[in-house]
C-alpha cells in the first residue's frame, strides 16, 4: 500500500492530474500522466481506462492510484487545467481513444 500512497504523492505533487475544460460548453475531460501513458477518468462514475483499473474491479478492487490520485489533486487544488475550444473536442477525443 505505501507504494501506491507514494505514487500518488509524485503524480499530484508534478502536477500530472489534468483538467481538460472545452468553452464555451463547459465540457471536462480528466486524465492523469502515467509512466509513457496519458489515462482518461471520470472521478464522478470512478471510472478510469488504465488497465489496473479494470483488472482491479475483476478481483473487487474499488480504485486505481489514478482516481486516488484525481481526489486528492482536487484537496489539495493541485489540478493543471487546459482549455481548449468546442472544436478541439472531437479531435482530442479521436486523440485519447487512439491511444487505448
Not at 505505501?2 to 489534468?18: F, G
Not at 492523469?32 to 478481483?59: M, N, Q, T
Not at 492510484?65 to 481526489?71: N, Q, T
Request: glycine residues 4%.
Amino acid at each position: 500500500m505505501k507504494k501506491d500512497s507514494e505514487r500518488i504523492e509524485s503524480v499530484v505533487s508534478e502536477k500530472r492530474v489534468k483538467l481538460h475544460v472545452f468553452e464555451p460548453s463547459q465540457r471536462k475531460i480528466w486524465t492523469v500522466v502515467g509512466k509513457g501513458k496519458e489515462h482518461w477518468l471520470d472521478p464522478d462514475a470512478e471510472y478510469c481506462s488504465c488497465l489496473g483499473y479494470y483488472f482491479g474491479r475483476l478481483i473487487k478492487k474499488t480504485t486505481c492510484y489514478h482516481l486516488e490520485s484525481v481526489m486528492l489533486a482536487k484537496k489539495e487544488n493541485k489540478i493543471e487545467t487546459i482549455t481548449f475550444s468546442d472544436e478541439e473536442y472531437n479531435d482530442f477525443l479521436s486523440g485519447l481513444i487512439s491511444d487505448l
